[in-house]
């Protein structure tokens, strides 16, 4: 496969086109209206086009070029302008491919001269070059977060590009359209309502239209979610960490499907409509029906009949005259009527299924000159002797059924072998959005254009693979059965064997890679957007990667996921997928095995967060067994689960049976003769300086910050992050003394070196403006404070979750200044909201909610 182009030849068409575009809406071209093509001006620099590609060969005819642009050409340059420049927007859906072409150009100014100009800096700048390919080898493609529609103009929405986005495409269904609006509009309480029917019947597209052209009737939003793709409730918060602006934690949220409540009173005032896609099993959706407020409207699709627990509206195929509509649609009006007879035959041997009425008219279009007779014999060859797709319920269904099969297995054998096998990879992700980053991590050997060449001209050309929205693809649930078959046929062939087993592999291999990329610690608001599209496939995969993962990251998937949901503070499922971690180690490693140490280590990591300190601590010590039994004893992974359970003791205020442990650790690192300068000895030290700290033996404390600190001086360049943090509790101890003017150098110099090494928003940076504005107060400096302590809540607030405990301390902490200064109306919500996160996150028993609750109810005995 050729490999695309970005030299000057490739840039002259491209300009071409481009220029003749502009001269044709300036009304340049003396003949212009004799071209069919049509254009409106959306504004001075956006230009919708509508017109067939012939006509766009035209443009490239007139005026002072020599020989028009051919069709493989135009196609090319439309394809540069959109994927190269990105000031081309494709506005067809299933039309893609055909002689039809509408689009939007988005220019760079109003002047076309400076366009030109702009066209060859944009081209010049982002031509590739071998060290950026090479070094895009080295690490993942930038990830990019779901499309969502957060304007005040429409409702917000996250439809994207899912589906067909054009109406005048969707033929036919409008008695259905306006059924499902009876349906969604009978009673007063959350109206549940579903889409039923066989699979590539059109329930997914039905819905989706019914949402676009009813989106002003839902200003509360319209929001979508696969049931595949997961816990929706989880999908729910994660959604709402991402894109709700601005939202509070109400009290008691102590479970996943409170937080998820609270979601849905979050959403804009007014009606509200949520689409659960490809409902598999009703209760996996029921939890959240259940709470959702009456202005709630909820549609469903799915293959079952799901009886009386909700109005259903059974979708049947197309009608004799729908069908015959949307294959002309597809294939031409002229080419239909004079072949109308076979045409008919085609409708009905496909069973009047959509998907197979798309499959074949995608086919058609790309053989002009293949009569319909003809393609129909070949249809009939082609019909698969096996089992459907589907179980059918009926004769009716199993003529359908197995013409899609049909219908997909000849659009298969259009398909060269590195396009099958990619089909095949793909069939292997779960049913839900792939992001194709996700996809070029599995193939790391790829050429990332002849990658994309392949997808686009084969896979979306023969609409097995449907882009959704920038960077974001779907298989339609018949497709990928299919493709999963194929892969299964492949392993079958004796000399196919390896390859098969080989993209199985490489797509555990890439979840793998993912798991172990989720940081484990807090996570941004921007993480959670940027690693949510992998998530689905990283939890239908995690447990069936026992075959094709290393027992050195057999747990990884699970710990992955355990951390993804912890670092967002979803407690719940963050427990599911440690405790299946470390189920999966005991079984796959034995149990004692340092693996499963790990697993239970990370679970009550968990259950310490929470404060849940009597099911931590018996992990803790079967840990420490665990050690004994299969570590040498200067093993460092000792030291830390030493560490932690000393952490857990010093949490309690059990100072002297944590004390020991602490040495412990630090006996450990000598015994492995690290030399005075290791930065393993760093955080040993501190930590034990932290209890001495606690305890008020500050002459003890010190020495030993001081030698963590210049541990890390050595061993960590200037502007690490850990130095800041070294630098801080070094000042944190002066500031206790009262060491002021020790203390504030320090902090500004651990400020400075956050600002160079971290995001703007990073919740870091706001624990340094917080300790910095806590010496602030300390010194009476109030308005220094205050100005430090709002910084560090807004970006709390815009880089956490909205019911994360690191937000809940630095409510308390301006609610504590404010209360010192008098200012008790300011104080009072502040002090209510922090108190409120802590019982829903951490529990009523957590030293930080009892913490919190005494402060808030010392401030109302002060107004009292």
């Known amino acids: 496969m050729a490999r695309p182009s970005y030299g000057e030849e490739v840039k002259a068409r491209v300009k071409r086109l481009f220029e003749a575009l502009l001269a044709y809406v300036n009304d340049e071209y003396e003949e212009g209206n004799k071209i069919s093509i049509q254009f409106t001006r959306q504004n001075e620099t956006q230009i919708a086009i509508r017109g067939k590609r012939r006509c766009l060969e035209e443009l490239t005819l007139k005026d002072k070029y020599e020989g028009k642009l051919t069709d493989a050409q135009v196609r090319e340059a439309l394809k540069r302008l959109e994927d190269f420049l990105g000031i081309l927007e494709d506005n067809r859906s299933a039309t893609q491919g055909s002689e039809e072409w509408h689009f939007t150009l988005k220019l760079w100014h109003k002047d076309k001269a400076e366009n030109l100009r702009q066209f060859d800096i944009e081209w010049e700048a982002k031509r590739p070059e071998k060290s950026k390919q090479a070094a895009a080898k080295l690490s993942p493609p930038p990830i990019n977060p779901p499309t969502v529609n957060l304007s005040t103009a429409t409702p917000l929405n996250n439809l994207g590009q899912k589906g067909i986005v054009n109406p005048e495409e969707f033929i036919g269904r409008e008695e259905e359209l306006d059924k499902i609006r009876e349906l969604l509009q009978q009673g007063s309480r959350v109206a549940s309502s579903a889409i039923s029917g066989m699979g590539g019947v059109g329930k997914t597209e039905l819905a989706l239209q019914y949402a676009r052209r009813h989106l002003d009737d839902y200003p509360g939003g319209v929001y979508w979610f696969s049931a595949k793709a997961g816990d929706v409730k989880a999908q729910w918060v994660e959604f709402a960490i991402a894109y709700f602006p601005n939202f509070a934690i109400p009290d008691q949220l102590d479970t996943l499907i409170r937080k998820v409540e609270y979601c849905f009173q979050q959403c804009p005032p007014g009606n509200v409509l949520v689409i659960f896609d490809d409902v598999s099993d009703y209760n996996a959706v029921k939890d959240c029906v259940d709470v959702m407020p009456p202005r709630f409207k909820v549609l469903l699709t799915t293959r079952l009949q799901l009886g009386a627990k909700v109005q259903t509206l059974t979708l049947d195929v197309l009608t004799p005259d729908q069908a015959m509509a949307l294959l002309t649609l597809l294939v031409g009006d002229g080419r239909i009527q004079q072949q109308l007879g076979e045409a008919e035959k085609m409708c009905a041997w496909l069973g009047y299924l959509p998907l197979g009425l798309e499959l074949v008219g995608r086919y058609l279009r790309r053989k002009p000159d293949l009569s319909l007779a003809e393609m129909l014999r070949r249809l009939e060859e082609k019909r698969l002797q096996q089992p459907a797709l589907q179980k059918p319920k009926s004769e009716a269904d199993m003529?359908?059924?197995?013409?899609?099969?049909?219908?997909?297995?000849?659009?298969?054998?259009?398909?060269?072998?590195?396009?099958?096998?990619?089909?095949?990879?793909?069939?292997?992700?779960?049913?839900?959005?792939?992001?194709?980053?996700?996809?070029?991590?599995?193939?790391?050997?790829?050429?990332?254009?002849?990658?994309?060449?392949?997808?686009?001209?084969?896979?979306?050309?023969?609409?097995?693979?449907?882009?959704?929205?920038?960077?974001?693809?779907?298989?339609?649930?018949?497709?990928?059965?299919?493709?999963?078959?194929?892969?299964?046929?492949?392993?079958?062939?004796?000399?196919?064997?390896?390859?098969?087993?080989?993209?199985?592999?490489?797509?555990?291999?890439?979840?793998?890679?993912?798991?172990?990329?989720?940081?484990?610690?807090?996570?941004?608001?921007?993480?959670?957007?940027?690693?949510?599209?992998?998530?689905?496939?990283?939890e239908a995969g995690a447990s069936h990667l026992s075959d094709y993962v290393e027992d050195e990251d057999v747990t990884e998937p699970f710990l992955g996921l355990g951390w993804f949901y912890q670092g967002q503070a979803l407690y719940e499922p963050a427990e599911v997928w440690k405790k299946q971690c470390v189920v999966v180690a005991e079984h796959r490693l034995g149990s004692e095995h340092p693996d499963l140490a790990t697993g239970l280590s990370n679970l009550a990591n968990l259950y310490y967060a929470q404060g849940r300190y009597s099911e931590a601590e018996p992990l803790y010590l079967q840990v420490g067994e665990i050690d004994r039994q299969s570590l040498p004893d200067n093993h460092p992974d000792l030291a830390t689960h030493l560490n932690n359970l000393a952490n857990l003791y010093y949490a309690q205020g059990r100072y002297s049976e944590a004390e020991p442990l602490y040495l412990q650790a630090l006996e450990i690192d000598r015994r492995r003769s690290l030399p005075e300068n290791h930065p393993g000895l760093a955080p040993h030290l501190n930590n034990l300086a932290l209890l001495y700290e606690s305890q008020g033996r500050y002459s003890e404390a010190e020495p030993l910050y001081l030698q963590a600190l210049e541990i890390v001086r050595q061993s960590l360049p200037d502007n690490h992050p850990d130095l800041a943090t070294h630098l801080n509790n070094l000042a944190n101890l002066y500031r206790e003394q009262g060491r002021y003017s020790e203390a504030e150098p320090l902090y500004l110099q651990a400020l400075e070196i956050v600002r160079q090494s971290l995001p703007d928003n990073h919740p870091d940076l706001a624990t340094h403006l917080n300790n910095l504005a806590g010496l602030y107060y300390a010194q009476r400096r109030y308005s220094e404070a205050e100005l430090l302590f709002r910084q560090a809540l807004e970006i709390v607030r815009r880089s956490l979750p909205d019911n994360h405990p690191a937000l809940a301390t630095q409510l308390n902490n301006l609610a504590f200044l404010y209360e010192s200064q008098g200012r008790y109306s300011e104080a009072e919500p502040l002090y209510q909201q922090a108190l409120e996160i802590l019982e829903s996150q951490l529990g009523l028993e957590h030293p930080y909610t009892i913490n919190a609750r005494k402060n808030f109810e010392y401030l109302k005995g002060l107004q009292h």
């Open 399 to 538: 003529t359908a059924s197995l013409g899609v099969q049909a219908a997909i297995d000849l659009s298969w054998q259009e398909l060269d072998e590195a396009a099958k096998q990619l089909a095949c990879l793909l069939g292997v992700f779960a049913p839900t959005a792939i992001p194709w980053w996700l996809v070029e991590k599995c193939l790391p050997l790829a050429d990332t254009e002849e990658l994309e060449e392949t997808r686009d001209e084969s896979l979306v050309n023969l609409h097995l693979l449907e882009r959704t929205e920038k960077g974001i693809y779907r298989l339609h649930p018949l497709i990928r059965e299919y493709c999963r078959l194929k892969l299964e046929e492949f392993a079958q062939v004796e000399s196919c064997q390896g390859k098969a087993e080989g993209l199985k592999q490489a797509f555990v291999t890439a979840l793998v890679d993912v798991a172990k990329q989720i940081p484990q610690q807090i996570i941004t608001r921007e993480e959670v957007a940027s690693l949510s599209p992998a998530i689905p496939h990283l």
